[in-house]
């Protein structure tokens, strides 16, 4: 390094120190003789110190969604006055005669009744959110201006209780019961894709208050859908400009990727890698993606299914084993689309999106900047996969 940068470097450091800018900046290179203003500046802070992403405010480009992510790690020191969360103790029963999922039991309007089911159990929803027999019709054309358009949508949503017990989430399930969940998503698959008017099939989980789960009974949900949704259009976009443009597919490099880096990894199995992924937005958001390069359930054999399964429960049950707490969450799982077209880009995985930041009380609101601008957080990807990486898998109310 020669003695005029070392020079340089010094007069930097002395001008960061002293919070120098604008007029005293001038004031301070006129002084000492740094010529070019903004542009040594710029050289001689850049000499001073190397971007680190564990430490300084970046922002992480998302390939699936073509979004950026603004990340603040120095940020996660602040201290926290806002609001908490009441997390009430668990004492839910294993059978209660008033829970409307349970086995036996009406259901919510005293109308339908459940079966004595043993294990998993799938219905129509009650309340579905699509409907098989909506009428079809339209209001506005896009293309002519129009600012008020509609379109006329079918489709069919389930129910999937996970298991008749009502204190029994997957993290505490038996394993093989575990599997049985997933042999019920792929079942219900199946049988949906087949329905003509069917072009997509959404399985997802909401655990807990917090998540906006209506009922305590552990269970998920199916939204199949007459049109490809938003979201999972562009993704499907994504995937196929990087695999035409870079002969290899996105997830498939990915994990391979991630298997070489190491740091973001959470746990993995034979046929499925969790990681925290680089680009998270949520704290301890994490991602379960098929080593190999899958599109669906369908296509799935035994073993992926188990393993599928393995994962599954051994990711939840460090989620629960982080607070202490039965751990509130999204899931969902990214399916290729039942349109009858061919979708090679496809590649499956899930996603978790959990919302608690420092413990069980205090989670992430997604408000200001990241409504109106793009999505922030402070807690690097790498951070909170060291914490949920070093976490064991039998979980703390077993101990």
Excluded at 91 to 110: I, M, Q, V
Excluded at 250 to 270: A, F, G, P, S
Excluded at 322 to 335: D, V
Aim: with cysteine; hydrophobic share 35%.
């Amino acid at each position: 390094m020669s003695k005029s940068l070392i020079s340089a470097i010094e007069r930097g450091i002395f001008a960061r120190r002293h919070y120098l800018s604008g007029s005293n900046l001038t004031s301070f290179t006129e002084r000492w003789g740094v010529r070019g203003s903004t542009s040594c500046e710029s050289e001689v802070l850049m000499a001073e110190s190397e971007f680190e992403y564990s430490e300084h405010p970046h922002r992480r480009y998302n390939p699936l969604r073509g979004e950026w992510i603004l990340c603040s790690p120095h940020r996660a020191k602040r201290p926290w006055q806002g609001a908490t969360e009441e997390i009430p103790p668990d004492t839910r029963p294993e059978y209660d005669p008033n829970d409307y999922l349970g086995p036996g039991n009406f259901r919510s309007g005293g109308k339908a009744q459940n079966p004595n089911y043993a294990d998993t159990f799938v219905f129509d929803n009650d309340f579905m959110a699509l409907l098989p027999d909506t009428p079809d019709g339209s209001v506005g054309e896009i293309d002519k201006g129009d600012l008020f358009v509609a379109r006329a949508v079918k489709g069919r949503c389930r129910v999937v209780c996970f298991s008749p017990k009502l204190n029994l989430t997957i993290p505490e399930m038996e394993r093989e019961d575990v599997v049985k969940v997933v042999h019920a998503w792929t079942e219900e698959f199946l049988r949906l894709e087949k329905e003509p008017y069917i072009n997509y099939v959404q399985i997802f989980e909401n655990k807990g208050e917090m998540m906006g789960c209506s009922n305590p009974h552990p269970h998920g949900q199916i939204w199949s859908s007459g049109f490809i949704p938003a979201e999972v259009e562009k993704e499907l976009e994504n995937l196929k400009a990087y695999e035409e443009k870079h002969e290899v597919g996105m997830l498939e490099k990915y994990v391979q990727d991630e298997l070489t880096k190491k740091e973001r990894i959470v746990c993995q199995n034979d046929s499925f890698l969790c990681v925290v992924p680089f680009w998270a937005l949520w704290p301890f958001e994490t991602m379960v993606i098929s080593k190999e390069k899958v599109a669906s359930l369908a296509e799935m054999s035994e073993r992926m299914k188990e393993d599928l399964a393995d994962i599954y429960q051994r990711i939840t049950c460090r989620y629960d084993n982080l607070f202490k707490t039965s751990f509130p969450y999204s899931m969902g799982l990214k399916q290729r689309p039942t349109d009858g077209n061919s979708h090679p880009y496809s590649h499956f995985y899930m996603s978790f999106y959990p919302p608690l930041l420092r413990s069980a009380t205090v989670k992430k609101f997604m408000v200001g900047f990241e409504l109106l601008c793009e999505g922030q957080r402070d807690l690097t990807a790498e951070q909170a996969a060291e914490r949920l990486r070093n976490l064991d898998e039998v979980h703390y109310r077993k101990k």
